[in-house]
């Protein structure tokens, strides 16, 4: 424990002070303080909150949950905010290689220094005031103190717990959107969807205007129901997909259609900061009624405007780390973090999609599974239904505790493996993944081959070590 102690500077602002612990310290502390805390409430929070001034209060925060597409949805939402001129913060959970990578403003990820002095005011603050806070609270806290700081506009949160305990649940957001949510959002769990909808939607207060872009009625219609009961504002659900480039449009177009929604009513309902300009892919323009006049229309053909339609052919739809196609790599790399079945569902399409437009010589998986998020029967069925449609290779490799906070119990290998065989299918197993990546890429073409790495984060991890990557 570290002796922390404060005083009072004449504004009357609580300074605290203590041992300033390096970068590589604060990241042993935070290594080691990842909790499986029993107490469900959110009192720890609000205490760490309380004693570094309330930044939960000083955020205009944007709160995404759901099954899958969380940081897909708030990586599209940044790029499109920013393009209408805001100063965007970003938090993604949990992490590939370093703690940083979750702080981001306008895509810039938070550098060592200014990342190392927000944790020790976090983390001396809490030992001054008692507060035994988890690894999660902390980072939580730091986000929301450094987008204050740095004065951002609107703030994208993405809640890691899927029930009303989630460390931004402290906030009032201005905007809560869910992707979706399906069965195996808790496995094993015998919750309602209905209760874990009612859970994740406890932050919702009187201002807050929620979004789904989940496609079950009855989900939909729970969330109706919760958002009317806290006197929130619901948004009409998404329908669409946003016109991404193949074959994302098809993979994540309904992820980058609810990020326009969540842009749309945050320039409507909150915008005070940014102008309304010609180049404005969202504003509505106000005081050009009726028909154009002709010189309207003569600028507007020497001077077109790009389109929403444009701008989200132009961007692209990868998540840097978690969802990336490295195709300069020889052969080709995938790397998918899905850890659930509807995750993995949506990969599979999409390999069949990409082999659609550029036909692979030569596929190869790599899975190393958490035994406790992917049901290996569905897993099984997945498979046998792919392999009816495409020829690969698959390779299982054992997943080790590498990522602080992600706790994945790995599956028997051998077992997962005999089981594949059964069904006809290619499969081998590995010792570890530098065994597992030696053997995909001897069974694929150079050129036009594909090695996919997915089932756990920290599979993702291991490629980017196997790659000598101390950061990305």
């Not at 069965?183 to 929620?210: F, R």
């Not at 915008?271 to 003569?298: C, F, I, M, N, Y």
């Not at 594949?420 to 065994?435: G, P, T």
């Amino acid at each position: 424990m570290v002796n922390a102690t404060r005083k009072t500077v004449s504004q009357g602002k609580e300074i605290v002070t203590g041992i300033q612990r390096n970068y590589n310290e604060i990241v042993e502390y935070l290594d080691s303080h990842w909790s499986t805390r029993t107490e469900k409430d959110l009192s720890v929070m609000q205490a760490l909150d309380r004693a570094l001034n309330n930044p939960s209060k000083d955020v205009n925060a944007v709160l995404v949950g759901g099954t899958n597409g969380k940081g897909l949805t708030i990586n599209f939402a940044s790029i499109l905010l920013k393009e209408e001129g805001f100063r965007v913060g970003t938090f993604y959970s949990p992490h590939i290689l370093t703690y940083n990578e979750q702080f981001a403003i306008d895509n810039e990820i938070i550098s060592n220094k200014a990342f190392t002095e927000l944790a020790n005011e976090v983390i001396n603050t809490a030992e001054v005031h008692a507060i035994k806070a988890t690894t999660l609270e902390i980072l939580s806290v730091m986000a929301l103190m450094y987008f204050r700081d740095q004065k951002v506009d609107v703030a994208l949160l993405e809640m890691r717990k899927r029930n009303a305990f989630d460390p931004f649940a402290i906030c009032s957001p201005k905007i809560v959107a869910i992707t979706r949510i399906t069965d195996d959002m808790i496995p094993g769990s015998t919750t309602p969807l209905e209760t874990i909808i009612k859970d994740m939607l406890q932050s919702i207060k009187t201002e807050t205007h929620v979004v789904s872009a989940d496609q079950s009625k009855t989900n939909l219609q729970a969330m109706l129901d919760e958002t009317k009961k806290h006197g929130g504002t619901w948004a009409m659900p998404i329908r669409k997909l946003a016109p991404l480039a193949y074959p994302f449009e098809q993979l994540h177009g309904r992820c980058a259609a609810l990020a326009e929604r969540i842009c749309q009513i945050y320039v409507d309902e909150f915008s005070q900061t940014a102008a309304v300009t010609d180049a404005s892919l969202l504003a509505k323009q106000k005081g050009q009624r009726g028909r154009p006049t002709l010189e309207a229309k003569r600028q507007a053909e020497l001077n077109p405007k790009k389109t929403l339609d444009q701008f989200w052919k132009e961007n692209s739809a990868q998540l840097p780390a978690h969802f990336e196609l490295l195709d300069k790599e020889k052969p080709s790399i995938l790397l998918d973090n899905a850890r659930n079945i509807d995750a993995i569902k949506n990969l599979l399409l999409g390999i069949r999609l990409m082999h659609y437009q550029r036909p692979l010589k030569g596929l190869a998986f790599i899975f190393g599974c958490d035994k406790n998020l992917i049901n290996a029967e569905k897993f099984l069925r997945e498979l046998r239904y792919f392999s009816k449609k495409m020829s690969a290779h698959i390779i299982f490799c054992p997943i080790s505790q590498s990522i602080p906070g992600v706790f994945e119990e790995s599956w028997n290998v051998d077992q997962i493996t005999n089981d594949v065989k059964s069904l006809k299918i290619k499969a081998k197993s590995a010792k570890n993944f530098n065994e597992a990546f030696e053997m995909a890429k001897q069974l694929v073409d150079e050129r036009h081959g594909l090695v996919v790495i997915s089932g756990s984060q920290t599979l993702i991890a291991e490629y980017w070590r196997h790659k000598g990557m101390k950061k990305l």
